[in-house]
């Protein structure tokens, strides 16, 4: 800008950009919904092996406890997300069935399982972001 039109004199200022830090690990409540999970854990936990004091102990298997929980996290989860999706859509093609023909004997049977594991699926779901929202 010209002096002559304007008093203001811009400064720019340059703080090396916004530096993202390490995320915090989070237990998810969801993942006490999973079958074998307790199990999981326990049988984990017994092959770690550190040595040193006992509070050493104790945060190098909780730390080779967390590595262990985000992988399964991120493996089981992604394919619940894709569970999800698929059965909805095979709950879709059943209520098709339904209206354009009459169902065979196996059919409710089905529906049924299908409705309620995508209950199960779905409570996971609501646990998750009832968490993120921290409205417990």
Same mark, same amino acid.
């Given at each position: 800008? &010209?002096? =002559?039109?304007? &008093?203001? +004199?811009? @400064?720019? *200022?340059?703080? /090396?950009?916004?530096?993202? /830090?390490?995320?915090?690990?989070? +237990?998810?409540?969801?993942? *006490?919904?999973? %079958?074998? +999970?307790? &199990?999981?854990?326990? $049988?984990?936990?017994?092959?770690?092996?550190? %040595? /040193?004091?006992?509070?050493? @102990?104790?945060? /190098? !298997?909780?730390?080779?406890?967390?590595?262990?929980?985000?992988?399964?996290?991120?493996?089981? +989860?992604? #394919? @619940?997300?894709?569970? !999800?999706?698929?059965?909805?859509?095979? #709950?879709?093609? *059943?209520?098709?069935?339904? =209206? $354009?023909?009459? #169902?065979?004997?196996? &059919?409710?049977?089905?529906?049924?399982?299908?409705? $309620?594991? *995508?209950?199960?699926?779905?409570?996971?779901?609501?646990?998750?972001?009832?968490?993120? $929202?921290?409205?417990?």
């Amino acid at each position: 800008m &010209d002096r =002559v039109c304007s &008093d203001h +004199f811009p @400064i720019v *200022l340059d703080c /090396g950009g916004i530096q993202e /830090g390490k995320r915090y690990f989070k +237990f998810e409540n969801m993942w *006490l919904k999973v %079958e074998g +999970f307790v &199990d999981k854990v326990r $049988s984990r936990r017994i092959l770690y092996y550190v %040595e /040193g004091s006992p509070s050493f @102990i104790l945060a /190098g !298997k909780l730390k080779a406890l967390k590595e262990d929980l985000k992988r399964w996290s991120a493996e089981v +989860f992604r #394919l @619940i997300d894709n569970q !999800k999706r698929s059965l909805m859509e095979h #709950l879709k093609a *059943l209520e098709e069935r339904e =209206v $354009s023909a009459p #169902l065979s004997k196996e &059919d409710p049977r089905r529906k049924l399982a299908t409705t $309620s594991e *995508l209950e199960k699926v779905s409570l996971m779901e609501e646990i998750s972001w009832r968490q993120k $929202s921290r409205a417990l």
